[in-house]
Structure formats: structure tokens, C-alpha cells
């Protein structure tokens, strides 16, 4: 069988340069990102919001790769908490996905460099969690390629196995060393560990989640995940038509060369500034919703364990007696008082999770959460305005939104 193997140019050595107009959408995505992070700041909810974004992260970098499932299905699911052993399903699929993505964002500190093995061990930890699990965390020594039953017709075919270890040195030494706006290095980045494929399988997830390291490793998110895939799988095929310019075979200092990474590079600073936009709203509402909670709870003692709610509720709007008792140090007897109080006043609905597993769930959070997934599916942001145009879960009922 006859293919070509795309030969990438290595970064580190290659010349770099930004138009303006790639320089002003990175510049207004850097503002946008800076200004997100003090609102954050301000109004105290720096935990909460980037444990939800990080969530809606991962279900947007999963639903790229085909993988979907509802908020509410996730949330439940991962309550359940049965580990790596548990039966395979879509929804422990993504939890993987989020336990990558949050090793990524945790691992790597403002100042500390990405490693290969950063990287390595995010994708074992994805891998746990699906069908092949003796995958994770190992470069591939095999062909792959995309799209087409064989590399002969296949859309793209990556690198050759022999070429991806020096290759991902250099990738590294980019992110780490580059001069770029931290913004145009993450986007290059994601761009050229998708070109690589590293993996036999993840590659699209790890290389969205790569994007967070960066950013997080050049200290321009720190309390925030901006879930910026979900843009992307909005803009799917102008995500893809991206990716293949930028595997240009132009010599790597020529116009055409520059001119397809910068327009790679202003597509996804055009999707950051978008997102972070959406995380206001969902940032904005969430702080209502709390309000709301305060005024559910007028003459609750104050030193009552319910009053945790308020810190809880955004960072686990669905919790069990055990998970609440945890969180907040009680018993589970004073935990499970506390949740009956909550019930009663509104603040979390009772269902069940399975046979006998009681579950509270926050339904003004989670539905808040859908109708962030919901925007950032519509071309324009606004669903009144134009229907989403990939499948997002359904619209929450108006008592949660």
C-alpha cells in the first residue's frame, strides 16, 4: 500500500509572525481572558466556576470526537463514583476526559514548564476510562491516519511513528520557550499535536486539553478552564479546514506558511474571546442563583450545615448524603438533615440514582450549565437568534433556568 506521511516543520527553530489583524484578535482574546479572570476574583466563586467550565470543557472536546452526554446524565454519573472498574459508558467516557483535562490544569502551575510527561500521564488517565485502556500513556508505534478505511485514501495521514518522539520534543521546547502571546502559542500548539497524532487514540481530546496547560503554564488562566471546544465543535468545519492549512507544504518562512498558522491562530482567538463572553453570562447567573439560595434559606440557623449550599451547589449540583457529608466535614446524619432542609425549601430536588441511591441535585445550576452548551452550539451565541446547529441537550424546563 502507497500513502504519504505529512512531514511536520518543527517549531522551535521556525520563524513566527503575527499580522495585525491575527495580532489584534489575539490581542482583544487576551483582554477578554485577563478581565474573566478578575470578575471571577470579585465575586468569589473562582472554585466553583472553573470546576463547572472545566466540565463543560470536557463535554465539548468529547462531543468532538463524538462522544455525548447530557449534563444532568454526567453529573449523576459521576456521583456514583465506581472508579476505573465501573462498566464502560459514554458518560464515564467523558468523566476520563475531565480527569485528563484537570490533571492537565492542575499539574501545571504559572511558571512551571509542560513536560512530555505532563502530557503522558493525562492521556493514561483519559484511556482508564474507555475500552482500551492499555493504550494510555504510551506513544504510538503504529500508522494512523484520518478519515478513509486505509492511509491510501485517507484524509489525512500523520507522521510516521519513528519521527513522533523527536517531534514532541519539539513541541514542548516551543511551548516553553516561545516568545508568541500566550494565546497564539496555545493555538499553534493544538494545531501541531493534532498534526503529530501522538496516540493511537485521545489525540483530539489531549491536544484540546494541551491548550489549558499552556495557557495555565503562561499564567493567563489560573482560576478558569474556558471551555473553548465547545466554540469549536460549533465551528466544526471551519475548526477542520484550519487544521489542514496549517499542514501546509510551503517552506516553513514563506507567506503561505505564515499565513496558515495565523489564520489558525485568529480562528481560535476569535473562539476564546467568544466563550469567555458566554462564561460572563454563566458566571452572572450563577451568582443569582445563589442569591436566590440565600433568600430560600432566611431563618435557617446560620451555623446549620445546609448554608454550604451556597459554596457547594455550583461545584457539585448533584451530591448524595455521603458526598455532602464529605464536603462539608458533618456526619452523615447532620448532612442528611441538612439535605432535607434544602429539599423543603426549594434549593435541591430529591430523585433517585439507580435502586437505592438517593441523589439532591441543584436544578438551577445544572440548568444554567445546559443553557451555557446550549449558546455556545448557536452560530450567533443566542439560541432565540439561531438554533444550535450540532446536537446539545435538551432546553431545561423554566423552573431551573
Known sequence: MVFNAYVPDRLAARPHALTDIDGRAVLEATVALAESETRTTVLGSA?????MLLRAEAVGS???EGLEVSPRKLLEEEVRDQGPTGPWTTAREVLGNIDAMAYLTEAVVPG???TIDIVLEAHRRLMAATTTPELGGRVRSIHNWIGGPTPASAVFVPPIPERVAGLLDDLVQFINTSALPPIAIAAIAHAQFETIHPFADGNGRIGRGLIHAVLRSRGVTVRSAPP?????????AEYEAALQRFRHTSAP???AAQSAAGQFVRLFADAMAEVVDRMGQFDARIAEIKDGWRGALAGV???SAAWSVLELGPRMPVMTVHTFAVATGKSEQ?????LSVLVERGVLAQRSAGRRNRVFEADAVIGALTLLERRLASPVGDTALAPPNRRVPAAPPLSEV
Request: charged share 25%; aromatic share 0%; proline share 0%.
Open 47 to 51: 472554585d466553583a466556576l472553573g470546576r
Open 334 to 338: 447532620a448532612a442528611n438533615t441538612a
Open 301 to 303: 440557623r446560620s451555623d
Open 228 to 236: 473553548v471546544s465547545l466554540v469549536l465543535a460549533t465551528r466544526a
Open 253 to 255: 518562512d514563506s507567506d
Open 62 to 64: 468529547s462531543m468532538i
Open 112 to 114: 512551571r514548564a509542560v
